[in-house]
């Protein structure tokens, strides 16, 4: 997981936690870390503008964000009506605690 800071590393967790086990592939490494550091940026500016709330540059990156953050938490079912459309397609071999370890380290 090199890369991650501390808020990429609970997105991290969160995704792996909550996502089901036959959901998460090999092929899914690049989505779940780019996710992470999304988050991370957001996370960042979030706090930001906590202290700057009228800084209009740092608010519409955040929208950006925002956007990206609810299109790619969709990926992974992050929300009520998401998980519902998740299909399983067949079983997995590896467990996405073991792949993430493996590719990201």
Same mark, same amino acid.
């Given at each position: 997981?090199?890369?991650?800071? #501390?808020?990429?590393?609970?997105?991290?967790?969160?995704?792996?936690?909550? #996502?089901?086990?036959?959901? +998460?592939?090999? &092929?899914?490494?690049?989505? @779940?870390?780019?996710?992470?550091?999304?988050?991370?940026?957001?996370?960042?500016?979030?706090?930001?503008? #906590?202290?700057?709330?009228?800084?209009?540059?740092?608010?519409? &990156?955040?929208?950006?964000?925002?956007?990206?953050l609810?299109?790619?938490?969709?990926?992974?079912g992050?929300?009520?009506?998401?998980?519902?459309? +998740?299909?399983?397609?067949?079983?997995?071999?590896?467990?996405?605690?073991? @792949? &993430?370890?493996?590719?990201?380290?």
């Amino acid at each position: 997981l090199r890369g991650l800071g #501390t808020d990429g590393m609970w997105m991290f967790h969160q995704i792996l936690s909550s #996502t089901p086990e036959e959901i +998460l592939q090999k &092929a899914d490494t690049n989505l @779940v870390f780019t996710h992470c550091r999304v988050w991370e940026r957001w996370r960042k500016l979030d706090r930001q503008l #906590t202290k700057d709330p009228d800084n209009s540059v740092k608010f519409n &990156a955040w929208l950006k964000l925002t956007d990206r953050l609810i299109t790619l938490s969709q990926k992974f079912g992050m929300n009520p009506l998401d998980r519902g459309r +998740l299909h399983l397609t067949r079983p997995v071999k590896e467990k996405p605690k073991e @792949v &993430a370890k493996k590719y990201l380290g």
